[in-house]
């Protein structure tokens, strides 16, 4: 979608237009311009997925310190419900999409999934801070990475993220939602090819029993 700036006389042109669609006095060459300019078809599924991903009821729910960080999404700095994610639920039954806000210990992750379960279908899940995505500082036996019991969407790396990077973590999630899945950094950069490859070696090939591609061992 494109935002442009227009002056009051096209914008009172706009509306005489409106108006004379409304009474039926447009005709031929004038209505067919009308029509284009104003009429925009797409597909159920593309507009289900386009209210979806505006809509998405984030669950009042933390865990540690990155639950602070999220909190202040919702505050005039970030102000989230510019994007329509600003209805935290305090029921499962009514939010689709959880924030696993800090560390997750052995014993809370099987609360954790039943939470999960309890949420509206379709759901989403989103891994913030290094903690909950790969037990960062606390990386010991009474810790678990969200991803052993969770699928998730979206990780956000930092310890704690800053508000703006789970901010970033959402809207990552709302173009998933639609389909609108974008371009990783080499397609962007152009920089497909510039990939390091031992002389001699296949591009990307898998070293006999697995592990690390052979054509990456030296990278």
Sequence with gaps: MEITRESATEFRSRQMLARDMLRSDLEGEAFDRYV??????TTLDRAVAWAQGNSIYPLTFGLACCAIEMMSIVAARLDIARFGFEAFRASPR?????????????????????????MLEPKFAISMGACCSSMGVFNNYALVPADKFLPIDVHVPGCPPRPEAL????????????????????????????????????????????GTPRGLAGA
């Design 36 to 41: 284009e300019q104003a009429v925009m078809t």
């Design 94 to 118: 009514q939010a689709d999409m959880i924030i696993l806000s800090g560390r997750v210990s052995m014993k809370m992750a099987p609360v954790i999934r039943r939470i999960y379960d309890q």
């Design 167 to 210: 901010a970033h973590g959402i809207l990552k999630l709302r173009d998933k939602v639609q389909g609108n899945l974008r371009e990783g950094w080499r397609e962007r950069y152009d920089a497909v090819g510039t990939e390091e490859v031992l002389p001699g070696e296949g591009e990307f090939d898998v070293a006999p029993g697995g």
